[in-house]
């Protein structure tokens, strides 16, 4: 079963506005990472919070973790056209070996 | 800054064709993995690697194989291509830890006729 859910699946939004995405998972985590993918392309690691994190800040990316709700956002701020992509969450899990990627959000900024 | 790189973006392959996926990373990284991306299903597990000759089973193994002879040579092997394993193929490796950051390649998307 995927351990990490995306909310929304898709989002559409004009430049300027802010953007948040959010994931559940369902498991103790060791860690959760968000990744950008541009369409047709590899993704690309965008911020990794630890479980003992609470916020973390990177340029205009601000990702929260709450691990009593098992959940953590993405908030991308003052967005621009360049950021339209599909955002997935990715957790590492306690017990596991590995990651477990969720099914992504669809971000859309129009111009 | 960590390169990834995967030998096909596009592939065209006949049903029963033995087919050669192959990543290689240029940051000495000691974990690579492969996924293969699928709408409506995400990133899937295929095989993943922690070391030279070492693999593991990831969460759809069945149908394909991987080899590692070095370091940063990743390959994926489809013994008999069939058209459910069209999909968009994706390399990764990193270094911290199997659950740590990961670096992936530009993807090979795989069409099976």
């Known amino acids: 079963s995927q351990q990490g859910e995306e909310d929304p699946q898709a989002l559409s939004i004009q430049e300027g506005e802010n953007a948040t995405m959010n994931c559940s998972y369902k498991?103790?985590?060791?860690?959760l990472q968000w990744y950008r993918q541009n369409s047709g392309r590899g993704l690309v690691h965008l911020i990794l919070?630890?479980?003992?994190?609470r916020e973390k800040h990177s340029g205009r990316l601000r990702v929260t973790l709450d691990t009593s709700k098992k959940s953590s956002s993405l908030l991308i701020t003052a967005s621009r056209a360049a950021d339209t992509a599909s955002y997935f969450c990715a957790t590492g899990e306690t017990s596991g070996s590995r990651l477990t990627f969720g099914e992504g959000t669809q971000l859309t900024v129009n111009p | 800054d960590v390169k990834v790189t995967q030998s096909s973006r596009y592939l065209v392959k006949r049903t029963g064709e033995k087919v050669f996926l192959e990543c290689v990373q240029d940051?000495?990284?000691?974990?690579m993995f492969w996924y293969r991306q699928d709408p409506g299903l995400g990133l899937r597990l295929i095989y993943f690697s922690y070391d030279v000759k070492m693999k593991e089973k990831g969460d759809i193994p069945e149908g394909y194989s991987v080899s590692r002879e070095k370091k940063e040579r990743f390959s994926l092997i489809l013994e008999s291509a069939s058209t459910n394993q069209t999909s968009m193929y994706l390399c990764?490796?990193?270094?911290?830890?199997?659950?740590?950051?990961?670096?992936f390649g530009p993807g090979t998307r795989l069409l099976v006729l």
């Open positions: 498991t103790s985590i060791n860690n």
């Open positions: 919070i630890r479980s003992n994190e």
């Open positions: 940051m000495d990284h000691e974990n």
């Open positions: 990764a490796s990193s270094t911290e830890g199997l659950r740590e950051t990961q670096y």
